[in-house]
């Protein structure tokens, strides 16, 4: 399964598209009113808004994608704080969000997304596997932080079809990845992802390879 980016207005995504990963901006307008378990969901976090944006953003593509009326989606949090799709249902859905943009994923199959905003600084190498610092450090200097964000999102995406990524440590997800933006993880589980730069950021989606939890062979070998 190959993921459908998706940059612009839902109008123009054809409906009923295996995996959508869309990259949006905080501010479009989803064209849905809130519901009561929307607004006492932004209300739990400081950043309110920014919650309830993101998550009016992902019940807009849901309904796109499924093809069916805004009040026929419902999206609430599992006992991790993951959102989880009520209805419709057999959908799947995973968020992301830094300041003004947000990153969605909708699949048939779970799906984990990440998205960190493209920064320079110290690479925190207690967070690599020994092989991935390896892979970093035979970079140039100014080539590594990037590197590090790409890995980083691969974490995350995984830890995220794990389901728990607050327990999981960095180091103990073994990522890899190639130069076509391809790569994956391992841990409790493989995983394969799509990794771009774009937006001032690095965005990244993650499924469990074949769809199912376990998986095979690494998508394409490359550490």
Not at 11 to 33: E, F, K, N, Y
Not at 97 to 117: K, Y
Request: charged content about 20%.
């Amino acid at each position: 399964m190959i993921p459908v980016w998706h940059d612009g207005p839902l109008a123009t995504l054809v409906p009923g598209r295996g995996l959508v990963v869309w990259s949006v901006a905080t501010r479009t307008d989803p064209g849905i009113v809130p519901s009561a378990e929307d607004l006492s969901d932004a209300a739990r976090v400081t950043d309110g808004a920014g919650r309830l944006a993101r998550r009016l953003l992902a019940r807009a593509l849901v309904r796109h994608v499924a093809g069916c009326a805004s009040d026929a989606v419902t999206i609430r949090r599992d006992a991790h704080g993951a959102p989880i799709v009520v209805a419709p249902a057999g959908w799947f859905v995973s968020l992301s969000g830094r300041s003004d943009r947000a990153l969605i994923g909708v699949a048939r199959v779970p799906v984990g997304v990440d998205r960190e905003p493209l920064a320079c600084g110290d690479v925190p190498w207690d967070m690599l596997t020994p092989d991935e610092a390896a892979s970093l450090q035979a970079l140039p200097p100014g080539s590594q932080s990037a590197a590090w964000l790409t890995r980083w999102t691969i974490k995350e995406a995984h830890a995220k079809l794990v389901g728990e990524p607050r327990r999981i440590a960095p180091e103990a997800v073994a990522t890899h990845v190639d130069q076509a933006g391809h790569g994956g993880a391992t841990f409790e589980g493989r995983s394969g992802s799509w990794t771009r730069i774009a937006y001032r950021g690095v965005e990244t989606v993650a499924i469990w390879q074949d769809g199912v939890r376990g998986g095979l062979a690494s998508p394409n070998g490359a550490t």
